[in-house]
Antibody, heavy 122, light 109 residues
Framework: EVQLVESGGGLVQPGRSLKLSCTASGFTFDDYAFHWVRQAPGKGLEWVSGISWSSGSIHYADSVKGRFTISRDNAKNSLYLQMNSLRAEDTALYYC???????????????WGQGTLVTVSS | SYVLTQPPSVSVAPGQTARITCGGSNIGTYSVHWYQQKPGQVPVLVVSDDSDRPSGLPERFSGSNSGSTATLTINRVEAEDEADYYCQVWDSSPEYHVVFGGGTKLTVL
């Protein structure tokens, strides 16, 4: 059974940093690309970033480019999101999502974690 | 940047057919994916690549895509289908990124 478990969320002041983690199990982690998708309270889905199986392809939404860094450790079956210079508008539930392919181009996300809540407030 | 437009809400009686649209410029040239998100739950893929249904999903769910509109169709709607539905595509201009529609709240009357 595919399992994705996010952690690392919490309350943080504007301008500070936070690092999210997603630990995967139940499948071969390095066979797939991964993504972070967020959802602000009561709002829709917003893609944040994606990373291919080898970390050779990485992309970001304009809203986080230059502030967030996605990474993965295939030996630890883990995905990460380093979030710097956080803003109030980054407040959201952050989901880890598994791609159906090792390199994304047009593919959907077939498994999602339960999410970890990030609240940016003073 | 590319924009996907969905109606905020669609209402349908049980047993009827629900059609949820997703509009975008030449969306027919994109691969469209659809997700269902029930209250308090995580999104679930219900249609991929315009019209493919993941294994285990009811055959009542289907999709189509042509011209400027992609459509998710739910036949014989049941109360359990009440949820938010999101369409999604990949855009490569100027760099690869995902675009989600704003979401449609399906209400089963």
């Amino acid at each position: 059974e595919v399992q994705l478990v996010e952690s690392g969320g919490g309350l943080v002041q504007p301008g500070r940093s936070l690092k999210l983690s997603c630990t995967a199990s139940g499948f071969t982690f390095d066979d797939y690309a991964f993504h972070w998708v967020r959802q602000a309270p009561g709002k829709g889905l917003e893609w944040v970033s994606g990373i291919s199986w080898s970390s050779g392809s990485i992309h970001y939404a304009d809203s986080v480019k230059g502030r967030f860094t996605i990474s993965r450790d295939n030996a630890k079956n883990s995905l990460y999101l380093q979030m710097n210079s956080l803003r109030a508008e980054d407040t959201a539930l952050y989901y880890c999502a598994k791609d159906i392919r090792p390199v994304y181009r047009t593919s959907p996300f077939d498994s999602w974690g339960q999410g970890t809540l990030v609240t940016v407030s003073s | 940047s590319y924009v996907l437009t969905q109606p905020p809400s669609v209402s349908v009686a049980p047993g009827q057919t629900a059609r949820i649209t997703c509009g975008g410029s030449n969306i027919g040239t994109y691969s469209v994916h659809w997700y269902q998100q029930k209250p308090g739950q995580v999104p679930v893929l219900v249609v991929s690549d315009d019209s493919d249904r993941p294994s285990g999903l009811p055959e009542r769910f289907s999709g189509s895509n042509s011209g400027s509109t992609a459509t998710l169709t739910i036949n014989r709607v049941e109360a359990e289908d009440e949820a938010d539905y999101y369409c999604q595509v990949w855009d490569s201009s100027p760099e690869y990124h995902v675009v989600f529609g704003g979401g449609t709240k399906l209400t089963v009357l």
